[in-house]
């Protein structure tokens, strides 16, 4: 059977300072009346019954998702993650509770932070990868999203040779793995065709995944399968935290998927953006005719372009005049005004805020 496992950690740093440790991004209304986190169990449950979509989240955050109105998520369907380990141990961890109760499990997993349109074509896209895997049970799916500029925020996927077949979406053998790219890089990529950005959604055999992390990454491995022998148990939570504390931090593509065969990409039939920063909200949101994305009761703009506001919990007037390229984020405790596409400024104003001891608006 098909389960869904969302991939709820994140800390959305780079969304500062909206997204805070307590409430990361997944818990933000950005783009409408939905958290990213609803939107994402919305979408996943037109594929997935209730009772079979789990969330994956780390210990802090569990009671802000459970007093989320638009979550609803069946009893033990919550997977709480002691220490942030990257996506190899959460997925490895998801796996094993899958086994646990369905030993021949498909796993959907998917963040719990992106933006998805057109949640029927995204449907389609599951079912064309489930479909693969019953073809074939060795395979890894991975969804590739057709760039639409020389995006170096993202990671690509490098397809290889004709199609697998003629049935819509496309499916190709995946070449390489491909990192976020330099400016350069990225244009040669749309130039020569054949790439995709990655989503960072994938499908596959819950053994087969658990089989691949153990022998690439034995000691990730050898973790879970001591965690495994708790499950159900008084000492789970205990070991779970142990085993966790040992394991390496490491992503699912460095630790299986950039080594692995058997490595197939569905060509995504839908939109998509992993919200990573505030110039997501010019691609999601509805630009005026200068290019200026507005998100605030009360927003006058004089001779200003290209300016990112978000103000939506405040009544205050944000007046902007004679500038260009901004982001200007309103807070009841904090404000930030920045450059656009400067994500590293942002982190190391959160350092210098750690710094002088302000953790109240981190």
């Given at each position: 059977m098909?389960?869904?496992?969302?991939?709820?950690?994140?800390?959305?740093?780079?969304?500062?300072?909206?997204?805070?440790?307590?409430r990361?991004?997944?818990?933000?209304?950005?783009?409408?009346?939905?958290?990213?986190?609803?939107?994402?169990?919305?979408?996943?449950?037109?594929?997935?019954?209730?009772?079979?979509?789990?969330?994956?989240?780390?210990?802090?955050?569990?009671?802000?998702?459970?007093?989320?109105?638009?979550?609803?998520?069946?009893?033990?369907?919550?997977?709480?993650?002691?220490?942030a380990?990257?996506?190899?141990?959460?997925?490895?961890?998801?796996?094993?509770?899958?086994?646990?109760?369905?030993?021949?499990?498909?796993?959907?997993?998917?963040?719990?932070?992106?933006?998805?349109?057109?949640?029927?074509?995204?449907?389609?896209?599951?079912?064309?990868?489930?479909?693969?895997?019953?073809?074939?049970d060795?395979?890894?799916?991975?969804?590739?999203?057709?760039p639409?500029?020389?995006?170096?925020?993202?990671?690509?996927?490098?397809?290889?040779?004709?199609?697998?077949?003629?049935?819509?979406?496309?499916?190709?053998?995946?070449?390489?793995?491909?990192?976020?790219?330099?400016?350069?890089t990225?244009?040669?990529?749309?130039?020569?065709?054949?790439?995709?950005?990655?989503?960072?959604?994938?499908?596959?055999?819950?053994?087969?995944?658990?089989?691949?992390?153990s022998?690439?990454?034995?000691?990730?491995?050898?973790?879970?399968?001591?965690?495994a022998?708790?499950?159900?148990?008084?000492?789970?939570?205990?070991?779970?935290?142990?085993?966790?504390?040992?394991?390496?931090?490491?992503?699912?593509?460095?630790?299986?998927?950039?080594?692995?065969?058997h490595?197939?990409?569905?060509?995504?039939?839908f939109?998509?953006?992993?919200?990573?920063?505030?110039?997501?909200?010019?691609?999601?949101?509805?630009?005026?005719?200068?290019g200026?994305?507005?998100?605030?009761?009360?927003?006058?703009?004089?001779?200003?372009?290209?300016a990112?506001?978000?103000?939506?919990?405040?009544?205050?007037?944000?007046?902007?005049?004679?500038?260009?390229?901004?982001?200007?984020?309103?807070t009841?405790?904090?404000?930030?005004?920045?450059?656009?596409?400067?994500?590293?400024?942002?982190?190391?104003?959160?350092?210098?805020?750690?710094?002088?001891?302000?953790?109240?608006?981190?």
């Open positions: 098909l389960h869904a496992v969302v991939m709820a950690g994140g800390s959305g740093s780079r969304l500062w300072p909206q997204s805070r440790k307590a990361p991004k997944q818990l933000l209304r950005l783009i409408d009346d939905r958290t990213l986190l609803e939107a994402t169990l919305d979408r996943i449950g037109k594929s997935v019954p209730k009772d079979r979509i789990w969330i994956s989240t780390s210990e802090a955050l569990v009671p802000a998702v459970l007093e989320e109105e638009g979550v609803e998520i069946a009893d033990g369907r919550i997977l709480q993650e002691p220490i380990r990257n996506t190899a141990p959460c997925i490895g961890l998801a796996a094993i509770h899958l086994l646990h109760e369905d030993p021949d499990a498909t796993m959907l997993v998917a963040p719990a932070d992106h933006a998805i349109s057109n949640s029927d074509a995204f449907t389609e896209a599951v079912q064309r990868a489930e479909s693969l895997i019953y073809e074939d060795r395979r890894l799916i991975v969804f590739g999203i057709n639409t500029s020389p995006a170096t925020a993202f990671g690509y996927i490098e397809r290889e040779g004709d199609a697998l077949s003629a049935d819509p979406p496309a499916v190709y053998s995946v070449r390489a793995f491909r990192e976020k790219p330099d400016a350069a990225a244009e040669s990529y749309l130039k020569r065709g054949g790439f995709y950005w990655n989503a960072g959604i994938f499908v596959w055999k819950a053994q087969t995944i658990l089989d691949q992390i022998t690439r990454e034995p000691s990730i491995g050898a973790a879970l399968e001591n965690v022998a708790t499950i159900g148990r008084p000492e789970y939570d205990e070991t779970l935290r142990c085993e966790f504390e040992r394991i390496p931090s490491i992503s699912i593509d460095y630790a299986v998927l950039e080594k692995a065969e490595r197939i990409v569905v060509e995504a039939p939109d998509w953006d992993d919200v990573g920063g505030w110039d997501s909200l010019e691609r999601l949101g509805r630009p005026d005719e200068n200026n994305v507005l998100d605030a009761e009360r927003c006058a703009t004089l001779d200003s372009r290209g990112i506001v978000q103000c939506r919990d405040s009544k205050k007037v944000i007046a902007l005049s004679g500038v260009e390229d901004l982001v200007v984020v309103d009841h405790d904090a404000l930030l005004i920045a450059r656009r596409g400067d994500d590293e400024s942002i982190r190391q104003l959160i350092a210098l805020i750690e710094e002088n001891g302000w953790d109240d608006v981190l």
